[in-house]
């Protein structure tokens, strides 16, 4: 076994990162060899980013099997129903911090959307849990991408549950950006996350996409709570990811959260 397959090994064999995507794994390993001192150093720069970009999200190891039968009890009625879904999305720190403007967030972004057939969330993590707040009707349908093979099943047996129609599935959106033709992307405080791992990422997801409405959104808080000037920073980091693109954006900026809606004029009809 070589060096790279040795260290993709070994972070896949910590329980922490038996879930997480193989290939992300190896796309930060091979740039993490490529810079350290030996593998020793490899090894715990690889698990350092990984833990930057998905287990810091994480307060403690989420039982899903327990979340899915807290659902499950309230299944049928809607304030139980909404109240098992807050509960659930607390569990991962991203969703946890939208929970405060939960009822205003989607109502008030997509007030103005026409129909759409088909929401894409890339990098979903739990906010498939936050259907229930997104104006969409019966027809449309969910797809869910994140690097967490037991996360993305929780969030489609939930889908299943709560009878909307859609899938999810591990994806590593920086090797495999998506480029299936959808109404909505969801790109809710994700960018900054990619930026982490590569620089061009960010701009390559962007050109592979194809949405007509794009919602990007930044924290407006970091992980630790404080805010440090983060909305002015991630507005210019917005700008100049949006710059020289056709878009026409609309801004929204909510307690814990700035977003973008973005209407993609050189997209799909
Ligand atoms: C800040 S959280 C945002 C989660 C969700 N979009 C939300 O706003 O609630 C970042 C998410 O990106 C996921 N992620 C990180 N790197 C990724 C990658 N290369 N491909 C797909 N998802 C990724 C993490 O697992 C995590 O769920």
């Known amino acids: 076994m070589d060096e790279l397959e040795k260290l993709v090994t070994a972070v896949l064999a910590a329980p922490k990162y038996r879930y997480i995507s193989p290939a992300l794994v190896r796309r930060v390993a091979v ?21 930057q ?9 989420i039982d899903y099997a327990r979340a899915l039968a807290d659902l499950q009890t ?4 809607d304030a139980a129903f909404r109240a098992a ?10 969703t946890r911090e939208r929970l405060p403007i939960l009822e205003e967030f989607y109502a008030t972004i997509l007030a103005d959307l026409p129909p759409v057939q088909s929401v894409m969330d890339v990098a979903c993590g739990l906010n498939g849990l936050a259907w229930p707040w997104m104006p969409f009707g019966p ?14 099943g929780f969030v489609g047996e939930f889908l299943a549950l709560a009878g909307v129609r859609g899938e999810t599935a591990v994806r590593d959106v920086i090797s495999e950006p998506p480029n299936r033709p959808v109404g909505l992307v969801l790109l809710l405080k994700l960018l900054p996350v990619l930026a982490q791992v590569e620089e061009t990422a960010v701009p390559r997801l962007l050109d592979s996409l194809q949405a007509k409405y794009l919602l990007i959104s930044f924290p407006t808080a970091s992980l630790g709570g404080r805010k440090k000037g983060m909305v002015a920073n991630y507005e210019a980091q917005f700008q100049a990811w949006a710059d020289g693109r056709n878009w026409d954006v609309q ?3 909510f307690a ?4 973008f809606l973005v209407r993609c004029c050189s997209g799909i009809a």
């Open 31 to 51: 740039r993490e060899l490529a810079v350290r001192r030996n593998s020793k150093e490899a090894l715990k720069a690889t698990k350092n980013k990984l833990h």
């Open 85 to 94: 879904c807050r509960r659930v999305m607390g569990l991962h720190t991203s």
């Open 53 to 61: 970009v998905g287990g810091a999200y994480f307060a403690a190891k």
């Open 74 to 77: 309230a299944v049928g009625d």
């Open 139 to 152: 027809d449309t349908q969910y797809i869910g991408y994140d690097i967490y093979a037991d996360m993305v």
């Open 251 to 253: 801004r929204f900026e």
């Open 256 to 259: 814990t959260e700035l977003a």
